[in-house]
């Protein structure tokens, strides 16, 4: 195990606990030092060795060797895999358990496949479920592909937890409910309909319930600043917004949530522009009764699922136009199986949901969108996500996934956009074009047509 933080460290115990040797190498040895203290409380520290440099731990491993890595995305796994290189041989095997960029995985794999080493990527590490699921299982998927699934799960993820907490300020802020109270609304969402087995709104009941041994809250001393975007720890929201600009696929539940994790971590910042402005937009109270409260938090549970499925709409509309471009052949029937069993964006009603959409491996259109169920599920939800985002507007609740998922539906399935102007606008200073109302509707291609806006 090379990289032994939270998530190596995580796995490390879990294999020992499975009765399999484990060799720890990390760059700080307090890191290692930490773990085998843990490691002696669970009684399992026989499983564990200390080695600090990359000679003693190959020298201390079978052959094959196998490593795990679990390390910062971007140079250091190169500083690894260059580290190694002396000591590796036909036959070794590195899994790559970090959040890494695609690319890199890519460039490793091909470096190393000189030397007989192979380099693939985890399916999917889930710490808090404790389940690590067998490279068989992403057959499909393997190598740099499983880290590209693994990038849009991770964007998918982040536009859940956005939803999510913005459904939670809303009910703390807007409603005045209690930490309390909360817990049991999650809880009880979770129990049954669209949001039930769902992994995030699990988590999110024992947050809002969970007390410190003084009795607080624990959740109420915690900061509102998200940094591991900026810090370098995470860069899968980043890149997963990218893959879909480069794509052109509209995924704003995803970006959205990216933006506000970015303006978040910079909490310095926010208070000067907050003295600048001379104080914030004030966030109001709900203006209904308190006989209407169950009819809204009722609209707020639709609403937080139809934010939950429209970014799992938007993050595989993403992987099939990637999959079609690097021609991968990705089953995504095997993708929807390991993201349901432990995964943090594990949701049972979408994946039971998108397990039968995908059962047919011969229907060849994976765009959701034009999927009649899913389309039934959004519109149905629709009013409710709607109720949610007006009350928001007017109390100056802080929506962007949520408001950012009303309006991706309402773009994509209307026919009458405000871009008619704007195409208009492009003709009028740079002869770019138009196509005609007239004209049966085409590809994304330059239109025929251009008029004199301006006689010369």
Request: glycine fraction near 8%.
């Amino acid at each position: 195990m090379i990289g032994c933080g939270s998530m190596g460290g995580g796995m490390a115990l879990l294999f020992a606990e499975h009765g399999i040797t484990v060799l720890l190498n990390d760059p700080g040895e307090s890191t290692v030092d930490s773990l085998l203290k843990t490691a002696e409380k669970d009684g399992i520290r026989n499983m564990l060795e200390k080695h600090l440099d990359y000679e003693d731990l190959c020298k201390n491993l079978d052959s094959p060797k196998v490593f795990v890595f679990s390390l910062p995305h971007g140079t250091v796994g190169d500083s690894v895999v260059e580290g190694l290189h002396p000591y590796l041989e036909k036959g070794d095997l590195i899994i790559d358990a970090s959040n890494e960029n695609w690319q890199n995985t890519q460039r490793r794999q091909g470096k190393l496949v000189t030397q007989g080493v192979h380099y693939v990527a985890d399916a999917e590490w889930e710490a808090q479920g404790h389940s690590i699921y067998p490279l068989s299982v992403f057959s499909s998927v393997d190598r740099f592909r499983s880290h590209y699934v693994k990038m849009i799960h991770n964007g998918i993820e982040h536009g859940m937890m956005s939803v999510q907490a913005e459904a939670w300020q809303i009910m703390n802020l807007g409603l005045d409910m209690t930490y309390d109270e909360i817990g049991d609304v999650f809880a009880k969402w979770n129990t049954d309909g669209e949001l039930r087995g769902t992994f995030l709104i699990d988590i999110g009941a024992q947050i809002n319930k969970q007390r410190d041994d003084k009795g607080k809250h624990v959740l109420s001393v915690v900061e509102d600043k998200v940094v591991q975007d900026i810090d370098g720890t995470e860069g899968t929201g980043v890149w997963s917004s990218r893959e879909a600009i480069r794509l052109h696929v509209p995924a704003p539940t995803l970006s959205d949530a990216h933006y506000v994790r970015v303006a978040s971590a910079f909490r310095k910042d926010r208070k000067k522009i907050k003295a600048t402005f001379g104080g914030h937009f004030p966030l109001g109270n709900w203006t209904g009764s308190e006989e209407e409260k169950p009819a809204f938090l009722e609209d707020l549970r639709k609403a937080v699922y139809t934010g939950f499925l429209a970014a799992f709409v938007q993050g595989i509309n993403v992987i099939d136009l990637a999959d079609q471009e690097n021609k991968w052949s990705i089953k995504f029937s095997e993708v929807v199986q390991i993201w349901r069993n432990g995964c943090i964006i594990k949701a049972d009603y979408i994946g039971d949901l998108l397990e039968e959409i995908f059962k047919d491996p011969e229907d060849t259109d994976r765009d959701l969108l034009h999927n009649e169920r899913i389309a039934k599920e959004l519109s149905t939800n629709f009013p409710a996500l709607k109720q949610v985002v007006a009350m928001g507007v007017q109390t100056n609740a802080i929506i962007p996934s949520l408001s950012a998922s009303l309006e991706y539906l309402k773009y994509s399935v209307n026919t009458i956009l405000p871009t008619q102007f704007y195409e208009a606008q492009l003709d009028f200073f740079g002869k770019h074009m138009f196509d005609l109302k007239s004209e049966p509707a085409g590809e994304p291609e330059t239109g025929h047509h251009h008029y004199e806006w301006k006689p010369a």
